[in-house]
Antibody, heavy 117, light 107 residues
Framework: EVQLVESGGGLVQPGASLKLSCVAS????????MSWVRQTPGKTMEWIGD????????NYVPSLKNRFTISRDNAKSTLYLQMSNVRSEDTASYYC??????????WGQGVMVTVSS | DIRMTQSPASLSASLGETVNIECLAS??????LAWYQQKPGKSPQLLIY???SLQNGVPSRFSGSGSGTQYSLKINSLQSEDVATYFC?????????FGGGTKLELK
């Protein structure tokens, strides 16, 4: 059974950094592109970026490229999202997803990040 | 960026009714479109990919159609378990972009 389990969320102050993790199981992690997607409290979905199966290439939404970094450790079957200089508008639920060739075929349960002083 | 305009934003329908949700892309996305269902308090799940292909395990009352810039999701014979928010997403181009969502409720 495919499972994606995010962690690392919580309450963080504006300007701080935070690193989210997503541990994958039930499939060969190193065979798949992976992505991060976030959903605001108002339910808007925003794709953050993705990473190639071997970690050699990443894509980002331009508005977050300078502050967010996606990485992976295939030996640990773990995907990461490093968030820096966070702002109130980064408050959202963050999901990791497995990318099939056509859409995100599995989603984690999500982790909440709240940016507030 | 490709803008995805989804309509309606909310929808109320009766059990057994047929429901249609539309998604309009700002440019041709060549059927690189997915539909997701998000039930209250849950993560999204893939329903349809490549505009009209049903994901494994998804009931056949769900179907997708469209091409170019116009796409739709159809739910036949609405069931109570279909109460959810539905999102479209294009994956033809980077950055991937989502529609604003359609919240489906029972009348």
């Amino acid at each position: 059974e495919v499972q994606l389990v995010e962690s690392g969320g919580g309450l963080v102050q504006p300007g701080a950094s935070l690193k989210l993790s997503c541990v994958a199981s039930g499939f060969t992690f190193s065979d798949y592109w992976m992505s991060w997607v976030r959903q605001t409290p108002g339910k808007t979905m925003e794709w953050i970026g993705d990473i190639k199966y071997d970690g050699s290439y990443t894509n980002y939404v331009p508005s977050l490229k300078n502050r967010f970094t996606i990485s992976r450790d295939n030996a640990k079957s773990t995907l990461y999202l490093q968030m820096s200089n966070v702002r109130s508008e980064d408050t959202a639920s963050y999901y990791c997803t497995r990318d099939g060739y056509s859409g995100a075929d599995y989603w984690g349960q999500g982790v909440m990040v709240t940016v507030s002083s | 960026d490709i803008r995805m305009t989804q309509s309606p934003a909310s929808l109320s329908a009766s059990l057994g009714e047929t429901v249609n949700i539309e998604c309009l892309a700002s440019e041709d996305i060549y059927s690189d479109l997915a539909w997701y269902q998000q039930k209250p308090g849950k993560s999204p799940q893939l329903l349809i990919y490549n505009a009209n292909s049903l994901q494994n395990g998804v009931p056949s009352r769900f179907s997708g159609s469209g091409s170019g810039t116009q796409y739709s999701l159809k739910i036949n014979s609405l069931q109570s378990e279909d109460v959810a928010t539905y999102f479209c997403q294009q994956y033809n181009n980077y950055p991937r972009t989502f529609g604003g969502g359609t919240k489906l409720e029972l009348k």
